[in-house]
């Protein structure tokens, strides 16, 4: 008998001991190679933690997950820091701190949610000051980007103080979608008619459009491997792990469509 209970600890013991030296990987920047078996690392891929990783590429990065362990991204600078990971490396997204202090402070708190990389997934929904930009039919915003030298002006809908960023009209030229965009920069300006006619550029940013089903499959990794957590730590790991490797996302907007396209709701 006491044999047997001393194979069933070893039953449960070991894979669990086994589990935590495996990591899943998220997202591969670069090529990665493991060296034993010469795979590269990819979405999905499971592999020890002691193994010898090769970076083919100086600068590539992955991010992995282990459900004990937590995220880490992995450079060639930290990767024996990594082999010796004994605790979660990231801490989770933190919120985003505003300051609602006189009308320049709004103005630049507005300019800061698009300034950088700004990841655009398929409808962007974006709350306005009214008191700072006024939304009527003479008072409104647009995208301005270039296209194969082509000046392309957007103007964009909007629903009362909110703005709406529909991807498909945005990136729709003489009645076709562009097909792989790579729009280095687009500009918002903010447009007033009337007879003192005049217009502001609010700020410029990269456009980022991922690859939809590439992405979906990165974030049912980590959904997968936060299996047992709560809904508003899964957001904030796919928010961090959006904003490290893509750029800017608005919460909101995320949480939207993580529901509406990977059933990921409260």
């Known amino acids: 008998m006491r044999n047997l209970l001393v194979l069933l600890t070893l039953a449960i013991w070991i894979p669990a001991l086994s589990a935590q030296d495996y990591f899943t990987v998220i997202k591969v920047s670069g090529n990665i190679v493991i060296e034993r078996t010469g795979s590269s690392l990819g979405t999905g891929t499971s592999f020890s933690q002691d193994e010898n990783l090769l970076f083919k590429i100086p600068d590539s990065r992955a991010a992995v997950y282990n459900t004990q362990k937590g995220r880490f991204i992995i450079t060639s600078q930290n990767v024996a820091e990594f082999k010796s990971l004994k605790s979660n490396y990231l801490p989770s997204a933190g919120k985003i701190s505003t300051r609602a ?5 709004r103005r630049d708190d507005f300019k800061k949610q698009f300034e950088g990389d700004y990841v655009i997934l398929d409808l962007a929904k974006i709350k306005v000051d009214a008191d700072v930009f006024p939304l009527t039919d003479k008072k409104y915003f647009y995208l301005t980007y270039d296209y194969n030298n082509k000046i392309i002006n957007k103007k964009l809908a909007f629903v009362k103080d909110t703005l709406l ?14 097909p792989d965009p790579r729009i280095s920069e687009m500009k918002l300006v903010y447009l007033e008619e009337g007879e003192e006619y005049g217009s502001e550029i609010i700020c410029s940013f990269k456009p ?20 047992m957590n709560h809904y508003e730590e899964k957001v904030d790991e796919i928010s961090t792990f ?25």
Not at 101 to 105: D, K, L
Not at 167 to 174: F, G, H, S
Not at 208 to 227: A, S
Not at 260 to 265: A, H, I, R, V, Y
């Open 101 to 105: 202090v006189g009308i320049s402070s």
């Open 165 to 178: 960023i529909k991807k498909d009209e945005l990136l729709t030229v003489d009645g076709v979608i562009i």
């Open 208 to 227: 980022v459009f991922p690859d939809i089903q590439q992405l979906k499959k990165e974030i049912n990794v980590i959904i997968d491997q936060m299996e």
């Open 242 to 266: 959006i904003k490290e490797f893509y750029g800017r996302i608005d919460e909101s907007n995320l949480k939207r469509w993580l529901g509406d396209n990977l059933n990921l709701k409260p």
